[in-house]
């Protein structure tokens, strides 16, 4: 059955696009209603979105009209990821999924994007028995874009999917080594595609036959690991050990990017790339494909992203001053009864200038009115929520110091987040720690990988993981005048680290988890401004 959507794309303001929340909810509840044999038999192990949002953030921006394959598509979680990314682009979307009931979901999910340049259209069929045919017939679309998570099944070697896949010359024993082998068919040179699939084709030996195909087709771009075996599936309780891979169809095999997370929270995200020889040694006759993963400490007791901001009792939120709800208590200048009003423009080269000549007031007065939106003198980590897309570092962090401020009360500007101990201030050095650890280059890269959007909520902020507050205190001790320059507060950090790591690694664990040498090739594709964020609320 085919259900084209397009001719709903004349309205788009009648449907809200299927957030991530949202489609989370869907894809649990369309998941407890499958026939539990039925979902066995056709791999129907739905993606949890903030997996599908990262796969989609691994695409490299583009302008040009996209035709993007989704083959098993199930309630359409990650043409969603997709589609969410990609919001500007004309596209047209071909998805795939046998499963009735499902498709119905999907149809759901494909209709809340509905709008101008973008057409939709659902195969309710067999995706190898449709592809086989168009492979075939020499014609068939061809894709700029594909983004899968296939079904998960052992094909019988005289099963008719077995015999249609040897007829286009794909010889291989999964369903998903075979979605995977014709989505590569479909796709035109330079097409990339993102994957979520188990990990055993990269060894053994009946999937060599698909690895030469991959091999010889495509350049590997990057391969995500999650460190758990079942964290990426969790709620579906499935064991098997998943990676996320991006293909480019034709292109020239550099280096390629490996990252690790624990889970799909992506907390303790990190990465690094590597020259394709250590991925698929020369001379390799199996063509087996290592993931070289990394004694990373990040997930440990002493890593840089090792502790919730829960955990180190801090809290972040965004400043509670609304310039233009509270006018009539604001100042230009400081007065009598006022207190400083701080916004980002107060910072220079990350030092305080203050009062700073500005259409911007400088001061609040300190009122009954106002008090509750002001915080008690204290240290302070303040960032900025929004930077400009030229801004060199997406994150950018300056310290309240008293004494550089002395006032009994400070109003933070809501363009602000606040890091503060239960509505107060910190010590000095946790402040400084602090700060110094989110300007790093490491938490930019942090950032641009899993937020494509210039904005840095405090939602951001809080899902990040930091240093322990031992650590944080080092780095705060460590923090000198001449600590604002960026190779300086990577040097600092990698310093410590490096420290952290020889006292506390156990043997194999001594090798450091961060090249900074590599800090530049990372995610340039994840700069788009259309870029998905994970865990947004
Ligand atoms: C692992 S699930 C993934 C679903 C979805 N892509 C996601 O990430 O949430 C695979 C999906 O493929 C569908 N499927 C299985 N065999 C298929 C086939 N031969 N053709 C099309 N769809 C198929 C299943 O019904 C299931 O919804």
Redesign the pocket.
Same mark, same amino acid.
């Given at each position: 059955m085919l259900v084209s959507l397009a001719k709903d794309c004349h309205n788009p303001s009648m449907r809200e696009n299927a957030t991530q929340d949202s489609i989370d909810a869907v +894809?649990l509840d369309a998941s407890r209603q499958l026939d539990p044999e039925?979902k066995s038999e056709?791999?129907?192990?739905?993606?949890p979105a903030a997996i599908?949002a990262f796969m989609a953030s691994l695409f490299s921006a583009t302008t040009r009209t996209i035709h993007l394959l989704?083959?098993?598509?199930?309630?359409?979680?990650?043409t969603n990821a997709f589609l969410t990314r990609f919001q500007d682009s004309t596209a047209s979307v071909e998805a795939?999924?046998?499963?009735p009931v499902?498709k119905m979901v999907l149809a759901d999910t494909l209709a809340s994007h509905a709008r101008a340049g973008l057409a939709s259209t659902i195969?309710n069929?067999?995706?190898?028995?449709?592809a086989a045919w168009n492979i075939s017939m020499g014609g068939g679309v061809r894709f700029t874009h594909a983004?899968?998570?296939?079904?998960? +099944?052992k094909i019988k070697s005289d099963s008719k999917?077995r015999y249609l896949l040897r007829d286009v010359g794909v010889e291989t024993v999964n369903?998903y080594t075979a979605?995977l082998a014709l989505a590569i068919l479909l796709m035109e040179e330079g097409g990339e595609i993102v994957a979520?699939v188990p990990r055993s084709f990269c060894n053994g030996t009946y999937y060599r036959p698909f690895r030469e195909q991959l091999l010889r087709s495509c350049a590997i771009e990057h391969i995500h690991v999650f460190e758990a075996r079942n964290k990426a599936f969790s709620d579906d309780d499935v064991l098997q050990e998943n990676i996320v891979v991006k293909l480019k169809k034709a292109g020239a095999q550099g280096e390629v990017k490996v990252s690790e997370s624990h889970d799909s929270t992506f907390g303790d995200y990190h990465e690094r790339a590597l020259p394709f020889g250590q991925i698929v040694k020369d001379g390799d006759a199996e063509r087996f494909i290592h993931i070289p993963v990394l004694a990373y400490a990040g997930d440990g007791a002493h890593g840089l992203f090792s502790h919730s901001l829960k955990e180190l009792g801090i809290e972040v939120c965004t400043g509670p001053v609304v310039d233009f709800r509270l006018r009539e208590h604001c100042r230009a200048v400081p007065e009598s009864g006022t207190v400083p009003l701080i916004y980002a423009h107060h910072f220079s080269d990350g030092k305080l200038v203050y009062p700073k000549a500005h259409k911007k007031p400088n001061a609040i007065l300190l009122a009954e009115e106002t008090r509750k939106w002001l915080m008690p003198n204290g240290f302070y980590v303040l960032t900025k929520r929004f930077s400009s897309k030229e801004e060199r570092r997406r994150v950018v962090a300056f310290v309240i110091d008293p004494s550089e401020l002395p006032a009994p009360f400070y109003g933070f500007e809501n363009h602000l987040n606040v890091f503060h101990i239960a509505k107060h201030g910190m010590d000095r050095e946790t402040a400084r720690g602090l700060a110094l650890f989110l300007n790093s280059t490491v938490v930019d890269s942090h950032f641009r990988i899993f937020s494509g959007h210039t904005q840095v909520n405090a939602t951001d902020l809080r899902q990040m993981r930091y240093p322990g507050h031992e650590q944080l205190l080092e780095l705060g001790r460590l923090v000198t005048a001449e600590t604002h320059d960026q190779a300086a507060i990577d040097r600092l950090i990698k310093e410590v680290e490096t420290r952290w790591q020889s006292t506390y690694s156990k043997g194999a664990r001594l090798e450091l988890f961060f090249h900074h040498q590599n800090i530049s090739t990372l995610a340039p594709n994840a700069l788009s401004a259309r870029s998905p964020a994970l865990g947004h609320s």
């Open positions: +894809r039925r056709f791999g129907q192990f739905m993606t599908a989704d083959a098993g598509a199930g309630v359409g979680s990650l795939w999924e046998i499963d499902l195969h069929s067999d995706f190898i028995e449709d983004i899968l998570n296939p079904p998960y +099944r999917h369903l979605f979520i």
